[in-house]
């Protein structure tokens, strides 16, 4: 009996805690570092994103190693443009949580899906970036 309460017990703290230490950014950014921005920045951002996805996901995994190399922006917009869509207005509250309301006023939320992947999980990404005054955009968290 004591030993099916522990598990009752432990599993759920393990998982619960494995699934909290995934979903968080390393840091967070230097908020007097970053550049405010608007939806008028699209161009620059897509045109950014030529670098930062190679960065952030490489060009693949074992199996597939070229996986990354070609992807679809699904969406790009800043995080508070956000609200009021089903689809993504999540992410604005994630972004507020882990670095606080400045942090994600900043903040965009690129959606991306990557047609070589095998299935949902590995096809879609979520990036969210940022503009440093000193070295461009950058990303500073990566959902999927």
């Known amino acids: ?8 017990i432990s599993v759920p703290m393990v998982f619960f805690n494995s699934i ?3 979903a ?8 007097s570092e970053l550049e405010k921005t608007s939806i008028k920045d699209k161009k620059e951002v897509i ?13 693949g995994i074992d199996g597939i ?6 992807w679809n922006v699904v969406s790009a917009k800043p995080l508070p443009e956000t609200v009021g869509n089903k689809e993504e207005e999540d992410y604005y509250g994630m972004a507020k949580t882990f670095c ?8 965009w939320l690129v959606r991306l ?3 070589k992947a095998p299935g949902a999980n590995l096809a879609q990404g979520q ?3 940022a503009k440093s005054k000193e070295k461009g955009w950058f990303v500073w968290f990566q959902y999927h």
Not at 47 to 59: K, S, V
Request: charged share 20%.
């Open 47 to 59: 045109n950014a994103l030529n670098n930062l996805i190679p960065n952030t996901y490489g060009t």
């Open 1 to 8: 009996m004591k030993m099916i309460f522990t598990l009752i």
């Open 65 to 70: 190693p070229d996986m990354y190399t070609k």
């Open 24 to 31: 968080q950014p390393k840091d967070c950014p230097v908020l």
């Open 127 to 129: 990036i969210f970036i």
């Open 113 to 115: 899906d990557f047609p």
């Open 100 to 107: 606080g309301r400045e942090i994600a006023e900043k903040s």
């Open 20 to 22: 909290i230490g995934y």
